[in-house]
């Protein structure tokens, strides 16, 4: 279930994973002239660009928005995309709205699977699923009735425990627990019992339009193995996956299981960033985030910071080939970085990014990030659906026939749906705190969202879609 390391190495070097190409851009990054005036730009208020352009010269420019508007882009958006938010009509049924799944949950930690299920809900999906350990289901559902838990993930006490040293967890397969060939070892009873679980899980998954992997879930050797399963299937049948939490530490172990993923979202807070830097870009960049994260906060050190963290997030993006990202933090920094082949003629380049600095609360409660991962799996299961074509198509074999030729999520569709869900759950954290000031919690975050989702999508609205979109659906109807 989990390669050994030189399986890993080989299979990272066939890949040709490009870590010398994201330092060569880093290298050439036009923003070290001029860091201090892009870090006020990016820190002020709300930005978002998506653009394609035809040279990889001005691939290094993720967060460079003044540069856009050269004459190599074939494409250029200001406004995230929100034609994909359905509105509501009598004419839904339920399912039309979106389907949510969230893979997490274990004895220790109920309450993550739970705020990332629940905020799901109030921002809008229709159902909403948890898959967990048996230990936690029976918890999870006495938190709220509109939760369906099933108890599907198979836990055991193995090699890497959640109270364990970093240290420790560096990719180790040499103990008793793993084979010779660095694979999870169990009995042929336990086996079953894992492989069984994986299976429903998966039968389950098939009807969803978005999941949520990691909140909660544990570092357990077989809960990781567990999701490594969930991931490839959800993979197949590209369905839009929120990477969070003990998820992430799993791609920090095996970058392999998201790169190249078009459908991952990572959502990494400050300490996640810099160990998935350190897996997937090297040392020497994860030094360059430790070392920007400033003892005490003030003007510079938060602009060296917040410099550091958009480099890093546009690097790993497009070392993890187009995999998004949205880096959790005073300013929500959110990066889809996608190369073609460049052997083609066409070598076309597509960067979206955002970053959002409008509303949030400066009581640091647990629990809000995992309110931002159901958020966003909701406007990126509304972005899958509308892509689809099939939003109002009741969810029978119809439907599910659809999802083989449905395709992935573009960068603008992904980082659109990052945008919305920060500015919607920063808002309700606003709201939250101008309430309950020093006692704010993740429950009064979520109690906020419905609120703050109003603000931004007002429920009588026939249409959401922003100016852009609308402009060029005239034009296409216009060329037609």
Request: proline letters at 4%; glycine letters at 6%; hydrophobic letters at 40%.
């Amino acid at each position: 279930l989990f390669p050994s390391r030189s399986a890993r190495a080989s299979s990272m070097a066939a890949q040709k994973r490009p870590r010398t190409t994201a330092r060569a851009l880093a290298d050439d990054d036009p923003r070290d002239d001029d860091r201090a005036s892009e870090t006020a730009f990016l820190a002020s208020g709300f930005r978002y660009e998506a653009r394609r352009t035809a040279s990889f010269e001005t691939r290094g420019e993720a967060f460079r928005s003044e540069r856009a508007a050269s004459a190599d882009a074939l494409r250029l958006e200001r406004l995230p995309r929100a034609s994909f938010v359905p509105s509501l009509t009598s004419a839904k049924r339920k399912g039309h709205a979106g389907r949510v799944a969230v893979v997490g949950g274990c004895e220790e930690y109920t309450g993550a699977p739970f705020f990332a299920a629940i905020s799901a809900l109030k921002t809008g999906c229709d159902v909403v699923h948890v898959f967990c350990t048996p230990s936690a289901a029976p918890v999870i559902k006495s938190y709220s009735p509109e939760i369906i838990a099933h108890p599907y993930v198979f836990a055991r006490d193995l090699a890497l425990r959640n109270d364990a040293n970093d240290a420790e967890l560096q990719h180790d397969r040499s103990g008793s627990n793993y084979d010779d060939h660095g694979a999870l070892a169990l009995p042929s009873n336990e086996r079953a019992m894992f492989e069984e679980g994986v299976r429903k899980t998966e039968r389950w998954l098939r009807n969803m339009d978005a999941v949520v992997i990691g909140p909660g879930l544990g570092r357990d050797a077989t809960s990781l193995a567990f999701a490594r399963e969930i991931l490839a299937f959800a993979r197949r049948m590209k369905i839009p996956t929120v990477v969070d939490a003990d998820g992430l530490f799993l791609v920090s172990l095996d970058p392999l299981v998201v790169r190249g993923n078009p459908d991952a979202v990572l959502t990494p807070n400050a300490a996640e960033l810099t160990r998935l830097a350190r897996a997937v870009l090297g040392e020497q960049e994860a030094n360059e985030l430790e070392s920007a994260d400033p003892k005490s906060s003030d003007e510079d050190s938060d602009a060296r910071l917040l410099a550091a963290r958009a480099s890093a997030t546009r690097r790993l993006s497009e070392a993890l080939s187009g995999v998004a990202i949205l880096s959790k933090g005073s300013v929500d920094l959110g990066a889809c970085s996608v190369t073609g082949d460049v052997e083609a003629k066409d070598k076309e380049h597509v960067v979206a990014w955002c970053a959002v600095n409008e509303g949030g609360s400066p009581r640091r409660c647990g629990g809000q990030g995992d309110v931002l991962a159901g958020t966003l799996a909701t406007f990126l299961a509304w972005a899958s659906i509308a892509k689809s074509q099939v939003s109002a198509t009741p969810r029978d074999d119809t439907r599910h026939k659809a999802k083989d030729s449905k395709t992935s999520l573009s960068a603008a569709e992904k980082v659109s749906a990052a945008a919305h869900a920060a500015l919607v759950t920063r808002g309700a954290a606003g709201l939250a705190f101008g309430k309950n000031k020093r006692a704010t919690t993740a429950s009064d975050v979520v109690e906020f969202l419905g609120d703050a989702f109003e603000k931004r999508f007002p429920a009588h609205r026939a249409s959401y879609a922003s100016a852009e979109e609308t402009a060029e659906e005239t034009e296409t109807e216009t060329a037609l």
